[in-house]
């Protein structure tokens, strides 16, 4: 995927500390595809997740399908949708940025999601009233074969820290 407009390069702790300050029930969901490297870091960020978070906090595993899990998303009633994908920043590996879901537009590269991204989005914001932002994180090498690269695995590993500290 791409992007439109410039988007916010501050400092991503601060981003999503604001953007999560009024929070109160929160789904987090992964996208990624298992057999292609550094396409499976939001997947990945979920799992460290797991068992570690609030029952404020509604984890997903997507993997390529999002829309699969529409009907949970709201049934779970969000105040805020986080979706964390690998997304071409054109920047360093491990890169990542907050954007606003009105940001999404669709990439010329072929998808790795049977619906796109921006679809998604608009369904969900007209079907929950959440707010919604894609973690995106720049990859590295999204080639076919398992497991992350080196800096990928550092970056996934830094945002869940993150994430455990500032979720609700």
């Known amino acids: 995927m791409t992007f439109k407009r410039k988007v916010d390069?501050?400092?991503i702790e601060d981003r999503l500390r604001n953007w999560l300050s009024n929070a109160q029930r929160v789904v987090v969901a992964g996208i990624g595809n298992p057999l292609r490297k550094?396409?499976?870091?939001?997947?990945k960020i979920v799992r460290g997740l797991r068992n570690k978070v609030s029952t404020s906090i509604?984890?997903?595993e997507c993997e390529t399908v999002p829309e699969s899990f529409m009907g949970s998303i709201g049934e779970f009633k969000p105040t805020h949708i986080l979706i964390i994908d690998a997304a071409l920043l054109n920047?360093?590996?491990g890169s990542t940025r907050l954007v606003d879901s009105t940001q999404l537009a669709?990439?010329?590269a072929i998808s790795t999601h049977a619906l796109p991204l921006k679809i998604f989005c608009e369904y969900?914001?007209?079907t929950t009233s959440a707010e919604i932002a894609l973690l995106a994180i720049q990859p590295g090498n999204a080639s076919f074969g398992e497991g992350?690269?080196?800096e990928l695995e550092k970056t996934a590993k830094e945002l869940t820290a993150l994430l455990l500290?500032?979720?609700p």
């Not at 550094?38 to 997947?43: K, P, R, Y």
């Open 165 to 167: 500290k500032i979720l």
């Open 148 to 150: 992350l690269t080196a």
């Open 9 to 11: 390069t501050s400092p």
């Open 106 to 108: 669709e990439s010329p």
């Open 38 to 43: 550094d396409d499976f870091v939001g997947v």
């Open 124 to 126: 969900l914001e007209k």
């Open 58 to 60: 509604y984890l997903i």
């Open 91 to 93: 920047l360093k590996p």
